[in-house]
């Protein structure tokens, strides 16, 4: 073999080492580019955890006092006096006034609606997400189920027998150490009449089932969502 073709040879073994590295380093880039556009939105899945985990213990906390304030209303339809107006219109306004708990997970859907949640390689996180996500849809189905009991047996009812405006006045006045609101006299009757209505009962005990049912799910996304923030933080320092 004449040296010219062992050169042109050697030449040939060069180049393509010399593709093969360049290959290599692209791949490289590329994996890295895709690691950080994997980290960038794990950083923000992480942010809107954080923030759902605090409005969850707030949710929590509101729940569990809706239910004792259901409870306290059921004891006076079961023949427990009205001692205390003011209280008694705290506890039916704080049930009448419940509200819908929503996660923040504006990264989340970021990431399914851009097709991009493949990018996120830790299965356990991407996992935990989807399983957040159905857990946030179970308590979306309870709080609708709850906003027609209500409607039916607490809104309606009430409207024929209870003047909101001062009950409104007088709560508002309460909660926030008179800053908002007035001491409206409240109408000792009306509360009278309201307690011979069982529908309104009914309506007071539902709120207790529903209202604890909302929170076992709750309690379940604030653990779930804690975990994947731990996960998140084992992933972002490895």
């Given at each position: 073999m004449s040296k010219?073709?062992l050169?042109?040879i050697g030449?040939?073994?060069?180049?393509?080492?010399?593709?093969?590295?360049?290959?290599q380093?692209?791949?490289?880039?590329?994996t890295?580019?895709?690691?950080?556009?994997?980290?960038?939105?794990l950083?923000?899945v992480?942010?809107d955890?954080?923030?759902?985990?605090?409005e969850?213990?707030?949710?929590i906390n509101?729940?569990?006092?809706?239910i004792?304030?259901?409870?306290?209303?059921?004891?006076?339809?079961?023949?427990?006096p009205?001692?205390?107006?003011?209280?008694?219109n705290?506890?039916v306004?704080?049930?009448?006034?419940?509200?819908?708990?929503?996660?923040?997970?504006?990264?989340?859907?970021?990431l399914?609606?851009?097709?991009n949640?493949?990018?996120?390689?830790n299965?356990?996180?991407?996992?935990?997400?989807?399983?957040?996500?159905?857990?946030y849809k179970k308590i979306?189905y309870?709080e609708?189920?709850?906003?027609?009991?209500a409607?039916?047996?607490?809104?309606?009812?009430s409207?024929?027998i209870?003047?909101?405006?001062p009950?409104g006045e007088?709560?508002?006045y309460?909660?926030?150490?008179g800053?908002?609101?007035?001491?409206?006299e409240?109408?000792?009757?009306?509360?009278?009449e309201?307690?011979?209505?069982?529908?309104?009962?009914?309506?007071?005990?539902f709120?207790v089932?529903?209202?604890?049912k909302?929170?076992?799910q709750?309690?379940?996304?604030?653990?779930?969502?804690?975990?994947?923030?731990k996960?998140?933080?084992?992933?972002?320092n490895y």
């Open positions: 010219y073709l050169y042109a030449e040939i073994i060069l180049v393509v080492i010399g593709i093969l590295i360049a290959l380093i692209n791949n490289n880039n590329e890295a580019k895709i690691r950080a556009k994997e980290l960038h939105y950083k923000n992480k942010a955890l954080t923030l759902t985990i605090q969850l213990e707030q949710f509101t729940r569990n006092s809706q004792k304030s259901a409870n306290n209303v059921i004891e006076h339809y079961n023949g427990k009205i001692s205390n107006l003011n209280s008694f705290s506890d306004i704080n049930v009448y006034t419940w509200t819908r708990f929503f996660q923040i997970n504006n990264t989340f859907q970021e399914t609606y851009s097709g949640l493949a990018i996120i390689s299965d356990s996180i991407k996992n935990g997400l989807l399983n957040l996500e159905a857990l979306k309870l609708d189920h709850f906003r027609y009991d409607e039916v047996n607490l809104y309606n009812p409207y024929d209870l003047d909101i405006n009950m007088n709560y508002l309460k909660i926030t150490n800053e908002l609101g007035s001491q409206a409240l109408d000792k009757s009306r509360f009278e309201m307690l011979l209505d069982i529908r309104q009962k009914n309506g007071f005990a709120a089932i529903e209202f604890s909302m929170n076992i709750l309690i379940s996304m604030k653990n779930l969502a804690s975990n994947l923030v996960t998140i933080d084992n992933e972002l």
